[in-house]
T-cell receptor
Framework: DGGITQSPKYLFRKEGQNVTLSCEQN?????MYWYRQDPGQGLRLIYY???????QKGDIAEGYSVSREKKESFPLTVTSAQKNPTAFYLC??????????????FGPGTRLTVL | AQKVTQAQTEISVVEKEDVTLDCVYETRDTTYYLFWYKQPPSGELVFLIRRNSFDEQNEISGRYSWNFQKSTSSFNFTITASQVVDSAVYFCALSEMGSGNTGKLIFGQGTTLQVKP
């Protein structure tokens, strides 16, 4: 089945540790996105990538890093520089190169808790 | 600046009632897209509808309907004869179509809908 997978579903991290969240899609989509959701709030864009080997910062990129070495993969690293990383992280993809015309489809999310 | 406002934080209804979720947006773009997503307790966002700024026709899909009015910058969502399975958080979103065309979505804060049996 085509879709977006994120792993792990739950992740616990100690303060000061970097952690990488996985996002894979087999929809042959060009564009991929990472969003962060805090309780009672909407989603905020962390990073996005419109094509392989290229990515751009979103609204809240500080303390995060990404890579896009393959079309189907867009991992997000939460670094120790991120001051408040506990949140729900959602990955999305869309078929076009982020022209804003196409629908973004979302993965199931990863809930990160910093202990 | 682009902005999406969902003024209703939480709504509670009894099964079979009709319910309308409000969405008001701000944008300087003449061309834009509006979306509604559903987020059930599992957390995944489920796409419901996409509407472009040139199409003001109302849309109906089963028990769901959408009313897009450019004059009031609103894109409201109505669920007819609500069911317990409709309980979720619903998000309205606006696509950014300005210079750069990033495809970035601007989300509202979400409306939590609880449908009681």
């Amino acid at each position: 089945d085509g879709g977006i997978t994120q792993s792990p579903k739950y992740l616990f991290r100690k303060e000061g540790q970097n952690v990488t969240l996985s996002c894979e899609q087999n929809l042959n989509h060009d564009a991929m996105y990472w969003y962060r959701q805090d309780p009672g709030q909407g989603l905020r864009l962390i990073y996005y990538s419109q094509i392989v080997n290229d990515f751009q910062k979103g609204d809240i990129a500080e303390g995060y890093s990404v890579s896009r070495e393959k079309k189907e993969s867009f991992p997000l690293t939460v670094t120790s520089a991120q001051k408040n990383p506990t949140a729900f992280y959602l990955c999305a993809s869309s078929i076009d190169r982020g022209r804003g015309t196409d629908t973004q489809y979302f993965g199931p999310g990863t809930r990160l808790t910093v202990l | 600046a682009q902005k999406v406002t969902q003024a209703q934080t939480e709504i509670s209804v009894v099964e079979k009632e009709d319910v309308t979720l409000d969405c008001v947006y701000e944008t300087r773009d003449t061309t834009y897209y509006l979306f509604w997503y559903k987020q059930p307790p599992s957390g995944e966002l489920v796409f419901l509808i996409r509407r472009n700024s040139f199409d003001e026709q109302n849309e109906i899909s089963g028990r769901y309907s959408w009313n897009f009015q450019k004059s009031t910058s609103s894109f409201n969502f109505t669920i007819t004869a609500s069911q317990v399975v409709d309980s979720a958080v619903y998000f309205c979103a606006l696509s950014e179509m300005g210079s750069g065309n990033t495809g970035k979505l601007i989300f509202g804060q979400g409306t939590t809908l609880q449908v009681k049996p």
